[in-house]
């Protein structure tokens, strides 16, 4: 039980890192990394929604969905749970932290769609974890991400100061580190 708990978590982080190995998420990780500091605010934000969008999921699809047949409407009800704790979130940055409210911009609200979050809560449902193995996910999911935008953004703060050819200056170097980052992340990809 714990080894499975263990592996759970570290393929959400690693081997199944959603960014960079099953590319969901992309919006905000491109979006917000450009300063470390919104970086861990969305990381913080997709931590927080999508573990208890894990729980309140899991009871839906438990107890309300499968017992009166209609497994066929988990696409919304996961979306409107999702986008339940995304206004949660928005209000308490909002009240607590108008500056990171700010900085988040539009990609705070976009967490209602956020593919990366809707992954790990459909990828929940469909292996069957129960609600202990699901929130593990939803964490190790959520600290992959962390992982892979805090790395991204700490390697594009250091590009501001980089001499990068004129062609290849913002976007186009971005996304050049992000397909290298990629590849590197392959390599964990034998650990399981």
């Known amino acids: 039980m714990d080894t499975n708990i263990f592996m759970i978590f570290v393929s959400g ?13 992309i919006c905000p990780f491109l979006g917000v990394s450009k300063r470390l500091e919104t970086a861990l605010g969305m990381s913080l934000a997709v931590l927080f929604v999508s573990a208890l969008s894990s729980v309140f999921t899991f009871v ?17 009800a996961f979306v409107l749970i999702m986008a339940s704790f995304v206004q949660l979130t928005e209000m308490i940055l909002k009240k607590y932290s108008p500056l990171l409210h700010k900085s988040l911009g539009i990609y705070l609200p976009l ?7 809707l992954g790990v809560l459909v990828l929940n449902m469909q292996s069957g974890y129960g609600m202990l193995s699901s929130v ?5 999911v959520s600290v992959g991400f962390a992982l892979a935008i805090m790395l991204f953004a700490g390697i594009r703060e250091r590009l501001v100061f980089a001499d990068v050819p004129k062609c290849f ?12 980052m990629s590849i590197a992340f392959l390599g964990f990809a034998g650990l399981a």
């Open 13 to 25: 982080v690693l081997i199944n890192n959603f960014v960079l190995s099953r590319f969901l998420g």
């Open 60 to 76: 839906a699809y438990e107890f309300l969905l499968a017992p009166f047949g209609l497994q066929y409407m988990y696409t919304v």
């Open 111 to 117: 967490l209602t769609t956020n593919c990366a979050i």
């Open 136 to 140: 593990i996910n939803a964490i190790g």
């Open 169 to 180: 200056q913002g976007f186009p170097i971005a996304m050049i580190i992000a397909g290298l």
